[in-house]
């Protein structure tokens, strides 16, 4: 049981170059998460996906496209880099049942773009 | 729109004493409250939550945290620090009812001096 996977975990892009990072979560979650952390301003959600077939913004989705493959599977894709997406980005899941349910992070990608 | 404060950057504290990381929420409504802690180059692990009932709840590694509904806080606490709970320390805020993302506050190092 590895729980939440990203990958990679280190990427440098050159200002408009694509990408895209990998999420899987083997718990059965229905719920998946991208975030952004930046230093000083915590973590930021960038897109979430509730439950399989379905994706919305979060706070900060300017610059960036995703995809729920399936129940286990985000992508977090980056069509045209830019130096402002430089960044420590975290996939998250949760489950659907219950109230209150945390989230399970994964160990994140750090990206530069230079 | 809900925000998370975590007024202190760095909390410094020696081992063996107690902790406080302090956090208030701003949210319409009543919330779900959670403490993560993030060690150098991982993701963010649960510690505890707020759903309902006791404002006292317990989590892991010790640590405990203060629902206070009148002054809107969640302060993280510990009664005795060590110095492996050296770490970012994340308040999050999720509201009960539309979108299940959380929203994070700032995070506080805390430094615990053997």
């Known amino acids: 049981n590895a729980g939440v996977t990203q990958t990679p975990k280190f990427q440098v892009l050159k200002t408009g170059q694509s990408m895209t990072l990998q999420c899987a979560q083997d718990?059965?979650?229905?719920?998946m998460y991208w975030y952004r952390q930046d230093p000083g301003m915590g973590l930021r959600l960038i897109y979430y996906?509730?439950?399989?077939?379905?994706?919305d913004k979060g706070e900060v989705p300017n610059g960036y496209n995703v995809s729920r493959l399936n129940k286990r599977e985000f992508s977090l894709r980056l069509e045209s880099a830019a130096p402002s997406q430089t960044s420590v980005y975290f996939c998250?899941?949760?489950?659907?049942?219950?109230?209150?349910?945390?989230?399970?992070f994964g160990p994140g990608t750090r990206l530069t773009v230079t | 729109a809900q925000s998370v404060a975590q007024p202190e950057d760095q909390v410094n504290v020696a081992e063996g004493n107690p902790l406080t990381v302090k956090c208030t929420y701003s949210?319409?409504?009543?919330?779900?409250l959670f403490w993560y802690v993030q060690y150098p180059n991982r993701g963010l692990q649960f510690l505890l939550k707020?759903?309902?009932?006791?404002?006292l709840v317990k989590g892991s590694y010790g640590f405990e945290a203060e629902f206070n509904k009148s002054q809107t806080s969640f302060h993280l606490k510990k009664p005795s620090a060590l110095v492996s709970d050296s770490a970012l320390y994340f308040c999050?805020?999720?509201?009960?009812?539309?979108?299940?993302?959380?929203?994070f506050g700032s995070g506080t190092r805390l430094q615990v001096q053997p």
């Open positions: 996906s509730a439950s399989e077939g379905t994706t």
């Open positions: 949210v319409s409504g009543n919330p779900y």
């Open positions: 707020y759903i309902t009932g006791d404002n």
């Open positions: 999050a805020v999720r509201l009960r009812t539309g979108r299940r993302a959380l929203t």
């Open positions: 998250a899941s949760s489950d659907k049942g219950g109230v209150g349910y945390e989230q399970y």
């Open positions: 718990m059965n979650h229905n719920s």
